[in-house]
């Protein structure tokens, strides 16, 4: 059979000069050296003892993908379509790809997936080789592609209806290089009543990766367009066999933007709301619904409002009747800022508001899961919990603490999530085929649902989604349903398994919500506090998304790390060393405040010496936001010296905000004093020296008129120096 082959020309031209350098080498070798293999192994390792590690090697990798998701009618040809890719660093030898199958066993669905999860090459009993290639050597980082095609009188496959294990396996002649790929296929004998699963797909209508409180503009608009991840999923599974969970963050942002949003988002809400699909609401940014309880025993944490992403107006306007402020145990209404929280929190209940076919329902992973976790899920209103069938330990349909189990088989969903996902074709065609010999594994044994879960940590692409959605459906042995049908089915009563989080994840949820009640208290300050912590809970919600998959504990503790950013927002300016002259003064500390909202804090000077007495230990300041403020803390120096000061500012309750300052003071009691002495002598001085000044130009005028009519001179005239003297 013809091979069609994928090779980079630079990476093998380079591979073939190495090689021909290594046959000359060999060839001086040989010259000098005794001809025989033993003896020409020993030289080379004489001469570089650690060649045998370090010498190139091939390493081959295989991906398989039957024809048609597997489906083998008796008497019909199939074909499996093999990729042999040499990720090595040496050139393969000539390769033998074949073609075997257990065709005479039908497997299990758990069979089934052990089959799947084990990724050795070895060959195991039972299997015959039903179709074999030879393949012409590979270069480093080149790939094959061929056929391996069976005809329709050597099937290797009877008896009765099912899935049969399969194995393609690529190797050298002597075995150095060798690797496989494990696939299925299904068998469908003339005349076979072929069974039937209900199935159907779930998949979140979510933006995983996003750690917004709300949605930005940009991107509900990037999200929305014609090309965007939130069209291309519901363009996939709009009126197909998918209970779909919507995120209420991306209804709440669309509608937030009010006449501003997008005509593509627009036109995404009145698509969503005409799909036949069945729905269901999933928490604020699609969170675990378990995560908290597992990880701290508290609940997940509900959403408050909507913060500064809606203005206060805007929230009275929107604002319904039962919303208005109510009195207090006191009887007294409730402050303005109180009135605008309930306000805010109305809204944001109004914007996320979505008419789901489902209530009740909720999507949950194994991670963190167990029967204190249901019931606490159960009186929060949960009636039906769609959960990993690995936690169920009687079937796929359930019923514990009062709620009804949906099982989503763990090998089902890592065979769809691959093929919606997959970046090639032959990925995507290797994906369904497993994915439909499991469903065939699943029609022959006692499940009468299959709930196939789609990825909620990526969103696929349009054309893989379909695919795999349509060509499952499709399947003979796979009949469409609602996810609601299910519970038709009585089920069984029992325990479930239960599975804790990770000590990484534990760790990193404990740490957010603790991060989360340091801002409550820091927000105490703001004026409106409720602007700092609705968003700061919308942000802690998605942060605790299941979107985030492997990524869950690395962005929890970006949380922490934001959360200190937060409360490191109001801060004393540091300053220089303060010069203080008087025994009674005011101390200027400059406070800064880089929120948007204004802050209401105390400065608070705590003096190291008994040098300095603060008159006043907590001066009440408002800074504005994004400004700078100075408040006038006043003090009196009791002795001369250097003192230092701590400077902070708290809050109302006497909590510290921000970290404290140490300033260094130079105390010069009684200075002033002493200067208001010498300025004013000074001045007197000169007031003195003034006017004896004008009495002498007085008599010396009076003098200079008598001589002009004569008068006699004065007695004595030394008594009036003349001016030549005097100057």
């Given at each position: 059979m013809a091979a069609e082959r994928e090779r980079t020309g630079l990476r093998a031209l380079r591979w073939s000069a190495v090689a021909a350098i290594g046959v000359s080498g060999a060839m001086l070798i040989g010259l000098a050296a005794?001809?025989?293999?033993e003896s020409r192994a020993n030289a080379v390792a004489s001469l570089n003892p650690q060649s045998t590690e370090s010498d190139p090697v091939a390493e081959l990798a295989v991906l398989s993908a039957p024809s048609g998701s597997g489906l083998v009618r008796e008497g019909d040809d199939y074909r499996v379509r093999v990729t042999v890719t040499n990720t090595g660093t040496a050139a393969s030898d000539?390769?033998?790809?074949?073609?075997?199958?257990?065709?005479?066993?039908?497997v299990s669905s758990n069979a089934l997936a052990a089959w799947f999860a084990d990724d050795s090459a070895e060959l195991p009993s039972g299997f015959t080789t039903v179709a074999s290639e030879t393949l012409s050597p590979l270069a480093p980082g080149s790939s094959a592609v061929l056929d391996l095609a069976v005809d329709g009188e050597r099937q290797g496959l009877s008896g009765a209806f099912g899935a049969r294990a399969a194995l393609v396996t690529a190797h050298e002649p002597d075995g150095a290089s060798a690797a496989a790929d494990r696939t299925a296929l299904v068998w469908v004998p003339l005349d076979a009543d072929v069974p039937a699963v209900d199935t159907t797909f779930v998949a979140a209508l979510s933006t995983p990766g996003n750690r917004s409180a709300l949605l930005s503009a940009d991107d509900v608009a990037a999200l929305t367009s014609e090309a965007g991840s939130l069209t291309r999923t519901l363009d996939a599974v709009a009126g197909r066999p998918v209970v779909v969970g919507i995120d209420p963050r991306v209804i709440a942002s669309i509608r937030a933007l009010g006449e501003t949003a997008p005509e593509g988002a627009v036109a995404f809400l009145d698509?969503?709301?005409?799909?036949?699909?069945?729905t269901f609401m999933l928490p604020w940014a699609d969170a675990d619904p378990v995560a908290t309880l597992a990880a701290?025993?508290?609940?997940?944490?509900?959403?408050e409002g909507a913060g500064s992403a809606v203005t206060v107006d805007e929230a009275s306007e929107e604002t319904p009747a039962s919303a208005t402020p109510t009195p207090d145990v006191d009887g007294d209404e409730q402050t303005d800022e109180a009135a605008e929280a309930a306000a805010s929190a109305a809204l944001l209940a109004e914007l996320s508001s979505w008419p789901v076919t489902l209530t009740g329902w909720a999507w949950l992973t194994a991670d963190g899961f167990d029967s204190d976790a249901l019931a606490a899920l159960n009186d929060d209103g949960t009636s039906t919990a769609i959960v990993p069938m690995s936690v169920l330990e009687d079937g796929p349909i359930m019923r514990s603490e009062g709620t009804a189990l949906l099982g989503a088989d763990e090998a089902l969903a890592d065979a769809a999530q691959r093929a919606s996902l997959a970046d090639s074709q032959q990925v995507h065609d290797s994906a369904l085929a497993r994915l439909g010999a499991l469903l065939a594994a699943s029609a022959t044994g006692d499940s009468p649902f299959a709930l196939v879960a789609l990825s909620r940590e990526e969103l696929a692409s349009t054309d893989r989604l379909v695919s795999t959605i349509a060509q499952t459906v499709m399947l003979p042995w796979?009949?469409?349903a609602l996810a609601s049908s299910a519970l038709a089915n009585p089920g069984t009563s029992g325990a479930v398994t239960a599975n804790s989080l990770s000590d990484g994840r534990a760790a990193a949820v404990s740490d957010a919500l603790a991060a989360e009640r340091a801002d409550r208290r820091f927000a105490d300050i703001a004026e409106p506090s409720?602007?700092?912590?609705?968003?700061r809970r919308l942000e802690l919600l998605a942060a605790l998304s299941l979107g985030w998959g492997a990524q869950s504990a690395a962005e929890l503790e970006r949380y922490v790390v934001d959360s200190a950013v937060?409360?490191?927002s109001v801060q004393v300016v540091e300053s220089s060393a303060i010069l203080l002259l008087a025994d009674r003064t005011s101390l200027p500390i400059t406070v800064q405040n880089d929120l948007d909202v204004p802050v209401r804090v105390y400065v608070h000077v705590d003096p190291d010496t008994g040098r300095l007495r603060v008159l006043d230990s907590d001066v009440e300041t408002l800074v504005e936001p994004q400004s700078q403020t100075r408040a006038v803390v006043p003090v009196?120096?009791?002795t001369n010296g250097d003192v230092r000061i701590t400077v902070s500012v708290r809050d109302a309750d006497g909590r510290e905000i921000g970290t404290p300052r140490r300033v260094e003071l130079t105390l010069q009691a009684g200075w002033e004093t002493l200067g208001v002495l010498i300025v004013g002598g000074a001045t007197l001085l000169l007031l003195v020296v003034g006017i004896a000044r004008d009495l002498r130009k007085r008599e010396r005028r009076r003098q200079a008129e008598r001589r002009e009519r004569g008068a006699p001179a004065d007695e004595h005239p030394e008594a009036a120096p003349s001016d030549d003297a005097h100057e």
């Open positions: 005794p001809t025989t293999g000539e390769l033998t790809v074949a073609l075997r199958v257990d065709g005479a066993t039908a698509r969503l709301e005409r799909v036949p699909n069945e701290a025993g508290v609940p997940l944490p509900s959403p796979a009949d469409s409720w602007h700092i912590t609705d968003e937060l409360r490191s009196e120096s009791i």
